[in-house]
């Protein structure tokens, strides 16, 4: 049956002037489940692979063991789990199984202890071979690994981590504290299709656990893709996946006039955001059609196999410029944010280079963007490392850090109270 998920779509300006020259035009689009699919539930199968190194002694380890614990208790027995441990050494402490006893299960947790050196890849082998071992197309399959420090064998985890993706496992990434390569795990986890997260708080990590282990079972609507079709004379300048993260979002040619790009899972529970930058060329006062916009998806749960949502993309254009003043703030504020992203990123590619004054003046073009967006708390953090450039020639880890992860969590449900169309 149709109508399990629903495609809007808002244009940050609902008019443009008809001018010679050819525009930009910004259409934020929602992709949502709708209340079809919400007494559906999908069981997990999860493997975490958990960093017991010695530097990860004290709160962290403490931290990890009781978000680990806590994520088990969200589980039951129509989910899998395992657990791998590693420092310089593998241990599987927990082969995948069915979750029948989660106090076990639990106590098997709270006995690790810190010890050794750091080496992921081995870990993340066994993790994944024990994710296979229960992995099916009704089950939603995670590898959720988590370190605080640098590792032996990058490529190792580099090529583990495309085999993940390849397996579509995708592949949570997380990093705490400040010594650990931040560039390897969000290369990781763009190898698997899967998502970085940094946290400078141990006591986050709780909170993420038991939101992935949510997120997954939530995970109703799978092998979600757009096709974007344009007519001539429209051509698409980028995609950006603004919730839950901030991303670019690559996209393949079709034909001429077409392109498609893979969204993945989307949660029954969310606002899945794509912002759509189109060139749009020369047109006379009127109503146009840009294009269509589709989304095929499968709910394996409901039987549902390569079901599709459309959304016409219309604007007009008017020969008055004064009436085509009227902007979306909601929108601008997105695009202005995605903005700020942008400029950090190209900021830091800057900075590896050795462009220092380049990545100075990206980097306060992204400060003011955050102030005007109210982002005081990251701006901040911003202008203390451009302070740091100027004096010492690079950032400290941990401001680096804040910036690359904190500038893709700028776009919150409150940004997303749209008017109606």
């Known amino acids: 049956m149709a109508g399990e998920v629903q495609l809007t779509g808002t244009l940050a300006r609902p008019a443009l002037p008809a001018l010679p020259t050819q525009q930009v035009v910004y259409l934020l689009l929602d992709i949502t489940a709708t209340p079809a699919v919400a007494h559906v539930q999908m069981p997990v199968n999860v493997g975490f692979v958990l ?52 106090a076990a299960l639990q106590a098997e947790v709270g006995k690790i202890k810190d010890a050794g050196g750091t ?64 560039d390897l795990l969000i290369e990781m986890a763009n190898r698997s299709g899967g998502v970085a997260e940094y946290f400078s708080n141990p006591n986050d990590i709780a909170s993420f656990f038991q939101g992935a282990v949510q997120q997954a079972q939530s995970a109703v609507v799978q092998n979600a893709a757009l096709t974007l079709r344009f007519v001539q004379g429209v051509e698409p300048r980028a995609l950006w996946q ?33 912002l759509i930058e189109m060139l749009v060329d020369p047109k006379q006062a009127g109503q146009y059609r840009l294009g269509q916009i589709e989304v095929n998806y499968d709910i394996p749960q409901m039987q549902i196999v390569g079901e599709k949502a459309r959304y016409d993309v219309m604007l007009n254009f008017v020969a008055d410029p004064t009436q085509a003043t009227t902007v979306v703030p909601q929108v601008m504020n997105i695009v202005e944010k995605v903005s700020a992203h942008k400029l950090q990123t190209r900021a830091l590619e800057d900075l590896a280079e050795g462009n220092i004054g380049a990545a100075t003046q990206k980097l306060q073009g992204a400060v003011t963007r955050l102030l005007n967006q109210g982002e005081t708390d990251l701006a901040q953090t911003m202008q203390q490392e451009i302070e740091n450039l100027q ?3 690079q950032m400290t880890s941990a401001g680096q850090k804040t910036i690359k992860f904190g500038t893709r969590k700028t776009v919150r449900l409150s940004d997303l109270d749209l008017p109606k169309s």
């Open 391 to 393: 004096q010492n020639g």
């Open 242 to 274: 603004v919730t839950p993260l901030i991303q670019q979002l690559a996209y393949r040619p079709i034909s001429d006039r077409a392109v498609g790009v893979s969204l993945g899972d989307v949660s029954k529970d969310e606002h899945r955001m794509v």
């Open 51 to 102: 960093d017991h190194s010695g530097s990860m002694k004290g709160d962290k380890m403490r931290c990890v063991r009781e978000a680990t614990q806590r994520a088990l208790g969200l589980m039951g027995p129509q989910d899998i789990v395992s657990v791998v441990i590693f420092d310089h050494r593998r241990e599987t402490i927990i082969s995948a199984q069915p979750v029948h006893n989660v």
């Open 119 to 182: 080496k992921i890849a081995p870990a993340l082998e066994a993790a994944l071979n024990e994710v296979r071992r229960s992995q099916n197309t009704n089950t939603i399959s995670r590898i959720i690994l988590l370190t605080d420090g640098q590792t032996e064998g990058e490529r190792d985890c580099l090529r583990l981590a495309e085999e993940i993706g390849k397996a579509n496992v995708p592949l949570t990434a997380l990093g705490v504290g400040d010594d650990w390569n931040e």
